[in-house]
């Protein structure tokens, strides 16, 4: 890099002569560098912007003095805001009000957007005004201040060279939030905004619009390096996402840069963010043209959005509906016409007013041998089709250049205006008139205030000005250009969340669109469903899962399902939590099916009890003792009957009856087949000489019987309900997306001692009917009561396994149809073979066949 260092103030050379040691010691400038514009004045001020924008780096091989780096790419905007400063110097010169009696002259150098040519220019500006006429090394140099640069490269160094000698820089177009250390940038001001608030801005825009997936671009500087670590900084924590970071090198590499756009090109992130200067960005776009990428959507930083080498109509369909920040726009009332008097006639010895007519004309205006350019007079009118160059309806970047004069006139106009004795510096002194140190001069710019059309300008303890953004779009103009437009601004003076302002209907989006387009990894998750990350992958980046059954997500891209509470179960969608499904033994397809067989049970048991009751004094009737038979009958029409209670929702008294009204009737049924039972096998017994047995076996006898068994199932079922009773409990463990409302047994000892002792007695009964089985006597029922009660226990059996395993309403079913079956099979069994002797063989009806040998 020292191989391009144009001077350093004071170089001791005597190595390099062949004076002797005694010789005075001598500076020589080593090269040559000219300002591209010059003025005389008292106070002498620097400029220096990147009037090219490209470089062509020298043979660095060392075996020899390198060559200068040769700009290429004349920018005729940046030749517009080096115009706009001599403007403001020659509008300063001539006022009355600022600065009278003294002049403020200038320097201006041409950076080429380039940190190597910029460190350059700013040597080259600490030397007088005629570096070929100027004693070296004499005296301080007449520069006060500098303003400059535009990218915050370039910035840097031209900073830190000026650092020594402690001479103010304002820069007009850098923005990296690295200058805002006042220890490492402690002579820095700006009158462009921090990149701190750009960067925020940048975040607020991509939240608003949904980006959640983007890529990021950056320059290979400090001011892409600064910005993408500030809106990652701004993003950490919100729903978006970068895919890929890179980076265009500085010294532009085609080969590189198509790499860049293959990713672009492959990724899902259809918005890219880019921070990088004009200079880059030039060479980029264009390679990025020829590869035909469409449907990308440019969020540009404040360094390219207002770049007019873009507006030409071929960008377009690439760049179309670009958004970005732009800072703030101004208004220069004398911009217009000062431009028009700059050309070749006036300025005939210039290369950049030739390049200037080269770049907008396409013409030579100075025959030159080998040009392939045709030549012009030089005097051709300046258009407003010349937008690059004259486009000053509303001054972004030069009206800072504007501001940024004005800023070190007033302040060297207030620094001036120090009366002995009330100045700021030691023993309050002032600056001496004839002899102001930079230092001096750069008090009075942190202190600076004043306004220029209509707006205030001030610098903060860091050197920072007000943050304020205008939001450009790039949008098609009549003439198939792209043009500025304004559709919203951004404040940094707001409180929070009020800052970002956007006229949405007014934007063009890429591809010429109205509508925002889309920049995800993963489509959003709808609700009902959440997000489940790929593995190794970005968060945004995700598969949408289905809630679980019995889980909602009421909110698009939920992260998790939300349980339901506990009497609540998931829609089919699985977006809201509805009231379960409360079921039980209704009245449906199964309950009228069991309803109809529980009540035809009942009427046909009414119907041989009718029978029975008709045919009373018929023998078969008299022999089976009637009034046991009588009894049966009507228990069994209430066991029938029982099975209605297990049907319909339950509540506390139907749970309290179902369970007790069947213990109960059954085991008085139970206990009449028992008497019954005894009473046949006494019978056989008494025929024996001796026997009298049948004395104990009355009826009274037999009522006992029946009564003391009835009881002890009545104190049982008493002392049921008094301790524990049965009540209706909803079951939400078998099937968790229903209730199913079933009755508690309340104690599972007393319900499984009520169903013990029926089936003991059915036991016993079983045992006494199959001992008297095969007793004669075509009157002998024995062989019946064994075959019912081994149905009836059969039934039981079965009914224990099928009832544990059987929840709520197929619990009560369950219970249901085994009384039912139960009911049936004493039913079929006792009473079936009499009905039949009553009805189809009365003949048989007789004593004499009873008393026979003959069965039936």
């Given at each position: 890099m ?9 170089i ?5 002569t062949?004076?002797p ?7 020589t400038l ?13 106070y002498?001020?620097?400029g220096?912007?990147?009037l ?8 660095l091989n ?8 040769k700009c290429?790419g004349?920018?005729p905007?940046a030749?517009?805001w080096?115009?706009?400063m001599r ?5 300063i010169n ?7 009696n003294?002049t403020?002259g200038?320097?201006i150098?041409d ?6 040519t910029?460190?350059?220019?700013a040597?080259?500006v600490l ?5 070929d006429?100027s004693?070296m090394?004499?005296?301080?140099s007449?520069?006060?201040a500098v303003?400059?640069?535009?990218g915050s ?7 830190r060279?000026?650092?020594p000698f402690?001479i ?8 990296c939030?690295?200058?805002t250390?006042?220890?490492?940038f ?9 990149d701190?608030y750009?960067v925020?801005?940048?975040a ?10 983007v890529?990021?671009?950056?320059g290979?500087?400090?001011y892409?390096?600064f910005a993408i670590?500030?809106?990652l900084?701004?993003l950490q924590?919100t729903k978006?996402?970068v895919?890929y970071q ?9 080969k590189?840069a198509?790499e860049i ?6 990724s899902s ?6 921070f990088?200067a004009e200079g880059?960005?030039?060479?980029f776009l264009?390679d990025?043209m020829t ?9 540009a930083?404040e ?9 030409g109509?071929?960008f377009?369909?690439?760049?179309g ?5 732009g800072i703030?726009k101004g208004?220069?009332?004398?911009l217009?016409l000062y431009?028009q ?6 300025y005939?010895n210039n ?7 080269e770049a907008?004309?396409?013409?030579n ?6 040009s392939?350019?045709p030549q ?5 009118s300046?258009?407003?089709q ?12 030069a009206y800072?250049?504007y501001k940024?004069v004005?800023?070190?006139a007033?302040s ?6 120090c009366q002995p004795?009330t100045?700021?510096f030691q023993n309050?002194?002032c600056?001496q ?5 930079p230092?001096?001069l750069?008090y ?6 004043f ?5 205030e300008v001030n ?6 000005s007000?943050p304020?953004?205008?939001i450009?779009n790039w949008q098609?103009?009549t003439?198939g250009?792209i ?5 919203g ?7 929070a969340?009020?800052e970002?302002?956007?006229q949405e209907?007014?934007?063009m989006?890429?591809?010429h669109?109205s ?8 489509a959003?998750?709808?609700?009902g469903?959440r997000?489940?990350v ?6 945004c980046c995700?598969?949408c899962?289905p ?11 939920s992260?998790d ?10 829609n089919n ?6 009231p ?9 397809s199964?309950?009228?099916a069991l309803?109809?067989?529980s ?8 119907a041989v009890?009718?029978v029975f009751?008709y045919h009373?004094?018929?023998v078969?009737v008299?022999?089976?003792n009637?009034e046991?038979?009588?009894?049966i009958?009507?228990?069994l029409t209430l ?10 929702e339950p509540?506390l008294?139907?749970?309290?009856l179902?369970h007790t ?11 009449c087949?028992l008497g019954?039972t005894?009473?046949?096998l006494a019978?056989f017994?008494a025929?024996r ?7 104990w076996?009355g009826p009274k006898?037999?009522?006992?019987i029946i009564?003391m068994?009835t009881?002890i ?5 008493a002392?049921?309900?008094i ?5 209706p409990?909803?079951?939400t463990?078998y099937?968790?997306s229903k209730?199913?409302?079933e009755?508690s ?7 499984w001692?009520v169903?013990?002792?029926?089936g003991l007695q059915a036991c016993l009964?079983?045992?006494?009917a199959f001992?008297a ?6 009157f002998?029922?024995?062989k019946f009561?064994?075959f019912?009660m081994?149905?009836f226990?059969a039934v039981w059996?079965a009914?224990i ?24 099979g004493l039913l079929?069994?006792?009473?079936a073979?009499?009905?039949y002797?009553?009805l189809?063989k009365p003949?048989?009806n007789t ?5 026979g040998?003959?069965?039936?």
């Amino acid at each position: 890099m020292a191989l391009y260092v144009l001077t350093i103030t004071c170089i001791q050379i005597s190595s390099f002569t062949s004076s002797p040691p005694s010789a005075a010691k001598v500076c020589t400038l080593q090269n040559s560098f000219h300002p591209s514009f010059v003025a005389k004045g008292d106070y002498v001020i620097g400029g220096i912007f990147p009037l090219h924008y490209n470089q062509e780096m020298p043979d660095l091989n060392g075996t020899y003095r390198a060559l200068p780096v040769k700009c290429n790419g004349f920018d005729p905007r940046a030749f517009r805001w080096a115009q706009t400063m001599r403007l403001a110097v020659e509008e300063i010169n001539q006022s009355a009000d600022l600065l009278p009696n003294y002049t403020l002259g200038y320097k201006i150098f041409d950076s080429c957007a380039y940190p190597l040519t910029g460190q350059r220019a700013a040597l080259a500006v600490l030397n007088g005004l005629n570096e070929d006429d100027s004693p070296m090394c004499q005296g301080a140099s007449p520069l006060l201040a500098v303003i400059g640069e535009s990218g915050s490269a370039q910035s840097i160094v031209v900073s830190r060279i000026l650092q020594p000698f402690r001479i103010p820089m304002i820069s007009y177009f850098s923005s990296c939030a690295c200058f805002t250390d006042r220890r490492e940038f402690p002579t820095f001001f700006r009158v462009i905004p921090n990149d701190d608030y750009q960067v925020k801005a940048i975040a607020q825009l991509l939240i608003r619009f949904n980006w959640t997936f983007v890529g990021l671009v950056r320059g290979d500087h400090e001011y892409g390096r600064f910005a993408i670590q500030g809106l990652l900084r701004e993003l950490q924590g919100t729903k978006v996402c970068v895919a890929y970071q890179e980076i265009i090198p500085l010294l532009y590499n085609r080969k590189r840069a198509l790499e860049i756009m293959e990713v672009m090109r492959s990724s899902s992130a259809k918005v890219v963010v880019v921070f990088s200067a004009e200079g880059e960005m030039t060479p980029f776009l264009r390679d990025y043209m020829t590869q035909n990428i469409t449907g990308i959507q440019w969020v540009a930083s404040e360094a390219w959005v207002t770049a007019s080498v873009f507006t030409g109509s071929e960008f377009y369909p690439y760049l179309g509906g670009t958004i970005g920040f732009g800072i703030r726009k101004g208004h220069i009332s004398r911009l217009s016409l000062y431009l028009q008097t700059v050309n070749p006639q006036l300025y005939p010895n210039n290369n950049l007013v030739k390049e200037l007519w080269e770049a907008l004309y396409g013409c030579n205006p100075s025959p030159v041998p080998g040009s392939q350019l045709p030549q012009c007079s030089g005097l051709e009118s300046l258009l407003e089709q010349h937008s690059a160059y004259m486009n000053t309806s509303s001054p972004r970047v030069a009206y800072n250049v504007y501001k940024a004069v004005y800023a070190v006139a007033y302040s060297l106009h207030n620094l001036l205006l120090c009366q002995p004795g009330t100045g700021p510096f030691q023993n309050n002194s002032c600056a001496q008139s004839n002899n102001i140190h930079p230092w001096q001069l750069q008090y009075y710019l942190q202190q600076v205030k004043f306004n220029i059309a209509e707006e205030e300008v001030n610098f903060d303890l860091k050197g920072d000005s007000i943050p304020y953004y205008d939001i450009l779009n790039w949008q098609r103009g009549t003439d198939g250009n792209i043009e500025f437009v304004n559709v919203g601004l951004f404040d940094g003076t707001k409180p929070a969340g009020e800052e970002l302002v956007i006229q949405e209907d007014r934007i063009m989006w890429a591809g010429h669109q109205s509508e925002v387009p889309v920049s995800v990894c993963s489509a959003s998750c709808l609700p009902g469903s959440r997000k489940a990350v790929r593995r190794g992958e970005s968060v945004c980046c995700f598969n949408c899962v289905p809630c679980d059954s019995g889980k909602i997500s009421n909110q698009t891209n939920s992260i998790d399902c939300t349980l339901c509470p506990e009497d609540f179960w998931s829609n089919n969608d699985r977006a809201a939590c509805v009231p379960k499904k409360v079921e039980f033994l209704a009245y449906d397809s199964l309950g009228i099916a069991l309803t109809v067989i529980s009540v035809v049970g009942a009427c046909l048991t009414i119907a041989v009890l009718a029978v029975f009751f008709y045919h009373r004094k018929t023998v078969i009737v008299r022999v089976n003792n009637s009034e046991l038979s009588f009894f049966i009958l009507c228990a069994l029409t209430l066991c029938f009957l029982c099975s209605l209670l297990f049907i319909g929702e339950p509540t506390l008294w139907s749970c309290m009856l179902r369970h007790t009204a069947f213990s109960i009737t059954f085991s008085l049924c139970i206990s009449c087949i028992l008497g019954k039972t005894l009473v046949v096998l006494a019978a056989f017994t008494a025929t024996r000489p001796g026997d009298n047995i049948m004395k104990w076996l009355g009826p009274k006898q037999q009522r006992a019987i029946i009564f003391m068994s009835t009881l002890i199932q009545v104190a049982i079922c008493a002392a049921w309900l008094i301790d524990a009773p049965p009540s209706p409990s909803p079951n939400t463990q078998y099937e968790r997306s229903k209730i199913i409302l079933e009755c508690s047994v309340g104690s599972s000892i007393a319900f499984w001692c009520v169903l013990g002792y029926i089936g003991l007695q059915a036991c016993l009964c079983f045992v006494l009917a199959f001992l008297a089985r095969t007793l004669p006597g075509n009157f002998n029922e024995a062989k019946f009561i064994t075959f019912s009660m081994l149905i009836f226990c059969a039934v039981w059996l079965a009914f224990i396994p099928a009832y544990i395993s059987s929840p709520g309403n197929y619990a009560d079913a369950v219970e249901s149809f085994a009384i039912l079956a139960s009911s049936f099979g004493l039913l079929f069994c006792l009473f079936a073979p009499k009905c039949y002797i009553i009805l189809l063989k009365p003949e048989k009806n007789t004593k004499q066949h009873l008393m026979g040998k003959e069965k039936y």
